[in-house]
């Protein structure tokens, strides 16, 4: 069974950046895809980016390409997400998630293949 905590979320300013972590404990870490999901007040869990554990290729929501970079480190059992030029649309509660071993992501990540979660964090961009 993994447990996933996030980290790193805070308030930034619009055009500032955060760089999100995900500490992972478990068996067989590097055997799950992982997935970075956010929701903002009101709205549904939407997803961000995923990252395969076959070959590492990572896909983004479009409303983040170019801004967010997603990555993880199977030696430390880790995972970030890099955001960059933040927005304040880019606020909400911010969760790493991962899904079974071999798990593959093709494009924007769905919520229903992801079985582990972590509680999440808080990221607010405002002036």
């Known amino acids: 069974q993994l447990q996933l905590v996030e980290s790193g979320g805070g308030l930034a300013q619009p055009g500032g950046s955060l760089r999100l972590s995900c500490t992972i404990t478990?068996?067989?870490?590097?055997?799950?895809?992982l997935g970075w999901f956010r929701q903002a007040p009101g709205k549904e869990r939407e997803g961000i980016s995923c990252?395969?554990?076959?070959?590492?290729?990572?896909y983004y929501a479009d409303a983040v390409k170019g801004r967010f970079t997603a990555s993880r480190d199977n030696v430390k059992n880790m995972a970030y997400l890099e955001m960059n030029d933040l927005k304040p649309e880019d606020s909400g509660v911010y969760f790493c998630?991962?899904?079974?071993?071999?798990?593959?992501?093709?494009?924007?990540?769905?919520?229903?293949?992801?079985?582990?979660w972590g509680h999440g964090t808080q990221v607010t961009v405002s002036s």
């Open positions: 998630a991962a899904a079974g071993s071999g798990y593959m992501c093709y494009g924007r990540p769905t919520v229903a293949p992801y079985d582990h």
């Open positions: 478990g068996p067989n870490f590097g055997y799950y895809g």
């Open positions: 990252t395969n554990s076959v070959d590492g290729s990572s």
